[in-house]
């Protein structure tokens, strides 16, 4: 069973920072990988969508790559503000009817 | 601009009662999903339906049940509330084929008491 992990947990750094956050998936066998982002006690907005035969997606200041052979995915924030601060969510869709999340990573940007 | 609906932001109800939670979409999505969200535990698929009047189980379909009339409408429905199944459920759907992008509802926060 598809098993996706996502380090850290939680991420605190200084608005206008840089930062990365990781995903990883145990079986490469995926049709996409789909990165989302959700506010406290909010449902799930979706932010960018990378398919199996791509590298990378961008959107603004976001930018998601995919290694499908490693088994992994980035999603890069570039100059981070106090708005970005929510749980962000990767999402791996293996077939037509589920996705495997991970568990998040909360992030916190601090003014 | 796409939609999923949940009919509801906040439930409170108490054991033993029959509960409904519905989610309407606009995006005429063949595929249509329903998660629980439990802390430490992530996102838990209960049951998907993948047409009118589909339904397959999920991960964890025990103590609920789906209902699929209409293509824009999925209803989970909880036949005996318990405590334990008080979390963050949440609705999704998606187009086929499966390469589309997953759309979801503003979920819905369920207490039982």
């Known amino acids: 069973k598809q098993e996706v992990t996502q380090i850290p947990a939680a991420l605190s750094v200084p608005e206008g920072e840089n930062l990365v956050l990781n995903c990883s998936f145990t079986?490469?066998?995926?049709?996409?990988l789909q990165w989302f982002r959700q506010d406290p006690g909010k449902g799930l907005t979706s932010l960018l969508l990378i398919q199996s035969s791509q590298r990378e997606q961008t959107s603004g200041r976001l930018n998601a790559s995919l290694d499908k052979s490693s088994g992994r995915s980035t999603l890069y924030i570039a100059a981070s503000q106090p708005g970005d601060s929510a749980t962000y969510l990767c999402a791996v869709k293996t077939g037509a009817n589920n996705l495997f999340f991970g568990t998040g990573t909360r992030l916190t940007v601090i003014p | 601009d796409v939609k999923v609906t949940q009919s509801s932001r906040y439930l409170v109800k108490r054991t033993g009662e029959k509960v409904f939670l519905e989610c309407v979409q606009d995006m005429d999505h063949e595929n249509m999903f329903w998660y629980r969200q439990d802390p430490g535990l992530g996102l838990r698929l209960i049951y998907f339906s993948y047409d009118v009047k589909m339904k397959e189980k999920g991960d964890i379909p025990e103590g609920y049940s789906v209902s699929r009339e209409k293509k824009e409408r999925f209803s989970l429905i909880l036949e005996s509330a318990s405590t334990n199944q008080t979390s963050m459920y949440l609705c999704a759907s998606t187009q086929v084929p499966s390469v589309t992008e997953a759309f979801f509802g503003q979920g819905t926060r369920l207490t039982v008491v």
């Open positions: 079986d490469s066998a995926i049709y996409n």
